[in-house]
């Protein structure tokens, strides 16, 4: 997995590379720039040297990186280009002013402008953005806040491409410092910032780029997040010739309310297309009759009563549908789960029940191993178990899921793009497969039963957890493809791909 780091991380390695291992600044920065220039010849192709662009130089190292691009740019006979350097010229880098130097001596125009002129936006093809770094940490102002809303104005229309970090986001947490600028690619440098790959970062970031820089490869402490790709995603246990429904482990699902009965079916759904052997749905005699018409016909279903927890090995499934009335009959249930050793995995309405009586909960849960219980929460559940807003979620989503994770002790899945998945003790594990087609009622309840069925088939909290989150978002970007547009996935779409994403992982 690629490790995520903070700001303050990223600045140490900088430090180190250049001050203990001998690779000078100047050197890091024509890395950087080359890197850039890379992602624009990628994009416009043989027809770059005749395209128009402008380069917003801050007065930091990122802006001396901007200036190496504009160089290196004029060298390949791109001449339309408009260098602006931001802010007041005596408070550039040793290093910016280096790079401004040598522009000057190659005869390449560098302005400082007062205010951005929109004939010159409309005119351009490109725009660099080069303004801000990943030490950001103030709320952007004049004058640079003029030049960031006027890109926004054209963001969709030019290719924008920031380097490092979109200027005016914070690197920690993805969150605008008010506004950032929207990119059409980020460059990053070095590592992946965690703060690029969760939240409102993904109203920014754009298409995400490492570029190491000659960095070398070694981290001298310990990383708190990490990146999961599809070089991470872990195959599924063999499925031997001699295999039967036993083999493939039990899926409990708990029955869903008459007026949210989908919910309950979506999960079982999400179970069975992912592989696990045997599915039932467990309820009330009357929920359960009612339900029966609509299951698919290879769900069981078993009233609730003792014989239930008769077996030896189960996953449980519970919330989707669920209610948030009369709590005290499922707690109870899942406590039984949790003295039998299941794996439980927990959603929608149990989360928001529990948000009434979480000390009872924390209690119950540590009675559990950490990896025994799976929480979902979406930011506006997590919000209610934490007695917070919803903003506050989203402004830092790292620092409230290892929250909730401590809290519960427990593993959270904090769902959203770039999902979250935090464990006691663990290092975090951000998850950026899926698109906005999971944006429907319904696939937060599939994502239960996929996770439910990869636990059933013995794969660790650990590894199956990530690899269902990981499937599902792969599962929705298939279901696009297929669609024509994400606006028309259904979550009953999704559970009828499923195979199709299982199958890739497989491919040798």
Known sequence: MQPLLTSTQMQEIDRRTISEMGLPELLLMEHAAIGVVKALQKRFGSTLPHTRGIILVGPGNNGGDALAVARILDSLGVKKIFVGVLGNSKKLSKSTQKQSEILGKLGVPVFWPKKPDRELFESCDWIVDGIFGTGLTREVQDPFLPWIQKTNQFSGKKWVVSIDVPSGLDSDTGHPNPLAIQASETITLGFIKQGLVTGAAADFVGHLTLEPIQIPRLIPFSVEAFLYGAEDAVKLPQRRPTSHKGTFGHVYVWASKEETQGACILSSLGALRSGAGLVTVVGEKETLNSLRKRLPPEVMTQTLDEKLFESNAGVWVQGPGMGTKDFEKPLGYLEKAI??????????????????????????????????????????????????????????????????????????????????????????????????????????????????????????????????????????????????????????????????????????
Not at 494 to 502: E, F, Q, R, T, Y
């Open 339 to 508: 003295v039998k050793g299941w794996k439980c995995v927990l959603d929608a309405d149990f989360l928001t029940a529990m948000s009434t009586q979480t000390k009872k909960i924390q209690s119950l849960f540590k009675k559990a191993d950490p990896s025994q219980i799976v929480l979902t929460p979406h930011p506006k559940e997590a919000a209610r178990l934490l007695g917070l807003e919803v903003n506050q979620i989203e402004k830092d989503r790292f620092k409230q899921v290892k929250k909730l994770s401590s809290q519960f002790h427990c593993t959270v899945v904090l769902k959203g793009k770039g999902t979250l998945i935090q464990a006691p003790s663990r290092p975090c594990i951000a998850v950026c497969s899926g698109d906005t087609g999971l944006s429907k009622g319904g696939t937060g309840d599939l994502l239960s039963g996929i996770l439910g069925a990869f636990l059933a088939q013995g794969l660790s909290t650990e590894s199956g957890v990530p690899l269902g989150v990981y499937v599902h978002g792969k599962v929705s970007e298939r279901v696009t493809q297929i669609m024509g547009h994400p606006r028309s996935t259904l979550a009953s779409d999704l559970a009828s791909h499923i195979g199709d994403v299982l199958a890739e992982l497989e491919k040798p």
